[in-house]
């Protein structure tokens, strides 16, 4: 092949995907998070989350839901006091646990610590079978069966006088009125094999916060955030169903923002709520990261661009 016959054009003509206006900047001093997000270069993931940023500070200005689902890393690695943090302001409006979630919580408010070890626990038998934990988790459930209530708003009003509530995404959920629902996998929790489990109790319990969070879904809309941070499975199928659900019953469940937080990149949270926001006339990102580095990142940004706001209204 002749080379000499190729053509060419010129390079300023050449759409580009980078740019050096979008790279990263060395501030020349940093004096608050605005400096550093200046070394973010708004690019792939960087781009996703500044986008990430502002539509769950423009949410929670225009007083659109902002719902978050959690699974328990995210209390193992202390992140709650951020998590409340942003409940209390009323950025977060609703909060989705699994199992474990409630039970790591639980746990904090109660005596301040949690995440037993697992491996010695299962070569002498011990595993999961602190009485307390089990005991206070099943006679929520009973609480919730006996009285139609919400799983998750029984668990919260028995941990509000608790030693470290101010710990507890439960118990300052009731405190605050923002509900926080608890979804569980029978057989993946402790709780399950303690002498107090009864199926008919955390069933109904279950099914009652189910119900509620299909309630809470219903409220999205253009503008909305459903945000997903570290549950694989469990929780983004909870997400598919309440969408479905709503959406058959005539609710307009469509173009909100569809995000999931994780160590890595899982099936079914790439679907919902990320691929199910796409497919809804809404926009969805998975970033990739420890909850520890990514949720402290994500709040303070959140955070200055609020406050960021204020300022510009007030100038």
């Known amino acids: 092949m002749d080379f000499s016959q190729i053509r060419t054009y010129p390079l300023k003509e050449r759409e580009n995907k980078v740019s050096c206006r979008s790279f990263a900047r060395v501030p020349a001093k940093i004096n608050d998070f605005s400096d550093l ?3 973010i270069p708004s690019i792939l993931a960087g781009r996703h989350f500044r986008e990430i940023i502002e539509a769950i500070s423009l949410a929670h200005q225009k007083n659109r839901i902002v719902i978050v689902t959690m699974g328990a890393h995210v209390i193992k690695t202390g992140l709650s006091p951020l998590i409340i943090e942003m409940m209390k302001r009323g950025i977060i409006n609703a909060i989705a646990l699994n199992g474990a979630g409630s039970i790591h919580d639980s746990e904090i408010a109660l005596i301040g610590e949690t995440s037993e070890d697992v491996a010695r626990g299962i070569k002498d038998g011990n595993f999961g079978m602190a009485e307390e934990t089990g005991a206070f988790i099943n006679q929520a459930a009973a609480a919730a069966y006996q009285s139609d209530r919400g799983f998750g708003e029984v668990l919260g009003e028995k941990l509000a006088e608790a030693p470290y509530a101010d710990l507890s995404i439960l118990a300052q959920g009731r405190k605050l009125g923002i509900p926080v629902t608890v979804h569980l996998a029978f057989g993946s929790d402790i709780v399950h094999a303690h002498p107090k489990a009864r199926g008919e109790e955390l069933g ?4 009652n916060d189910f119900r509620l969070f299909c309630g809470i879904v219903s409220k999205v809309e ?4 459903i945000m997903n941070i570290g549950s694989a499975v469990v929780l983004p199928t909870v997400i598919e169903k309440a969408i479905a659900i709503t959406r058959n019953q005539g609710y307009p469940v469509r173009g909100f923002m569809g995000v999931t937080l994780d160590f890595i990149r899982h ?7 990320v691929e199910r926001a796409r497919e809804l006339g809404g926009k969805g990102y998975y970033l990739i990261g420890h909850h520890e580095l990514m949720i402290p990142l994500l709040t303070a940004g959140i955070l200055d661009c609020l406050a960021q706001s204020l300022k510009d209204d007030k100038g």
């Open 267 to 273: 099936y079914r949270a790439g679907y919902n709520p």
């Open 204 to 207: 109904k319990a279950t099914f």
């Open 37 to 39: 997000m200046e070394m």
């Open 222 to 225: 253009e503008g909305s955030v």
